[in-house]
C-alpha cells in the first residue's frame, strides 16, 4: 500500500496487534465512573441556594451579580446537558464502525479519527484551563467555583453519552463474534523507520477463535 513492491512494504510498514477492549472496555468504563462521580454532585448543586455566594473569585463575583445564584446553577446544569449532546453527536462514528465489524466482519479506522474519538475529550478541558491559568495569574488563587464545576459536569455529560454506547456496542459484538466461535482482534498498522514508528491506520475485525475473550 505505501511502497512500489513487497520489500519496500516490509520496510515501511509494521503490524502491531492490541487488545481491543482496552479501548472498548478499559477507557469506556473509566470514563462512565468519571462521569458518575462527577454527576453525584447534582444533589448537592442543586441544594446550594446560596450557590457562590462568598466566593472570593473575581469571576464568580461577577458571574453571580449578572446572573444570580439560581441562574448560574442552572448553567451548570444545563453544561453537562451540552457535553451529553457532544457525545452522543461524536459517538455514532464510532458505534457505527462497531455495527460495520458485525455485520462485514470488518472494518478500518484511520489514525486521525482513532486520534480524534479517544483524545477529543482534552480539547474540552483547554477553554477552562486557558481562564483557570489567566484568572490565576492576574488575580491569583484561588481560580473560579463557577468555571471549575462547568468544566467538571461538560465533561461528565460528554464521558457518559460516549463511553457508555460504545461499551454496549462492543459487548454486542464480541457476543455475536462468539456466538460463531470467533473473537474480535484490534490491528494497527504502522509505517517508519525510527523506534517510534507513525501510525497509519488500524483494522478491527472478527478473527476465528476457539476461547472465549472479552479482551
Known amino acids: 500500500m505505501f511502497g512500489e513492491d513487497g520489500s519496500d512494504k516490509e520496510l515501511d510498514e509494521m503490524e502491531r496487534f492490541l487488545s481491543p477492549g482496552i479501548f472498548f472496555v478499559f477507557f469506556p468504563v473509566f470514563f462512565s465512573l468519571l462521569g458518575i462521580l462527577t454527576l453525584t454532585q447534582l444533589p448537592w448543586l442543586i441544594g446550594?441556594?446560596?450557590?457562590?455566594?462568598?466566593?472570593?473569585?473575581?469571576?464568580?463575583?461577577?458571574?453571580?451579580?449578572?446572573?444570580?445564584?439560581?441562574?448560574?446553577?442552572?448553567?451548570?446544569?444545563?453544561?453537562?446537558?451540552?457535553?451529553?449532546?457532544?457525545?452522543?453527536?461524536?459517538?455514532?462514528?464510532?458505534t457505527r464502525k462497531l455495527d460495520v465489524?458485525?455485520?462485514e466482519g470488518t472494518a478500518e479506522l484511520s489514525a486521525r479519527m482513532c486520534f480524534a474519538l479517544f483524545v477529543w475529550w482534552i480539547f474540552l478541558l483547554l477553554p477552562f484551563d486557558a481562564i483557570f491559568l489567566l484568572d490565576?495569574?492576574?488575580?491569583?488563587?484561588?481560580?473560579?467555583?463557577?468555571?471549575?464545576?462547568?468544566?467538571w459536569f461538560t465533561n461528565a455529560g460528554y464521558f457518559l453519552a460516549f463511553a457508555i454506547p460504545v461499551l454496549?456496542?462492543?459487548?454486542?459484538?464480541?457476543?455475536?463474534?462468539?456466538?460463531?466461535?470467533?473473537?474480535?482482534?484490534?490491528?494497527?498498522?504502522?509505517?517508519?523507520?525510527?523506534?517510534?514508528?507513525?501510525?497509519?491506520?488500524?483494522?478491527?475485525?472478527?478473527?476465528?477463535?476457539?476461547g472465549f475473550e472479552w479482551w
Do not use: C
Not at 69 to 89: E, K, N, P, Q
Not at 136 to 151: E, K, M, N
Not at 184 to 194: A, I, M, N
Open 48 to 94: 446550594q441556594y446560596n450557590y457562590l455566594r462568598g466566593a472570593p473569585s473575581p469571576i464568580d463575583q461577577s458571574t453571580l451579580a449578572l446572573l444570580g445564584s439560581d441562574l448560574v446553577r442552572l448553567v451548570v446544569l444545563t453544561s453537562s446537558i451540552i457535553g451529553m449532546m457532544i457525545g452522543l453527536f461524536l459517538v455514532r462514528f464510532v
Open 101 to 103: 465489524v458485525r455485520k
Open 136 to 151: 490565576s495569574v492576574v488575580y491569583g488563587p484561588p481560580s473560579s467555583r463557577f468555571l471549575s464545576d462547568l468544566r
Open 168 to 210: 454496549l456496542k462492543y459487548v454486542l459484538l464480541v457476543l455475536h463474534a462468539k456466538s460463531n466461535d470467533s473473537r474480535v482482534k484490534w490491528v494497527e498498522f504502522r509505517r517508519g523507520s525510527g523506534f517510534i514508528k507513525r501510525l497509519q491506520y488500524v483494522v478491527l475485525k472478527v478473527v476465528p477463535d476457539d
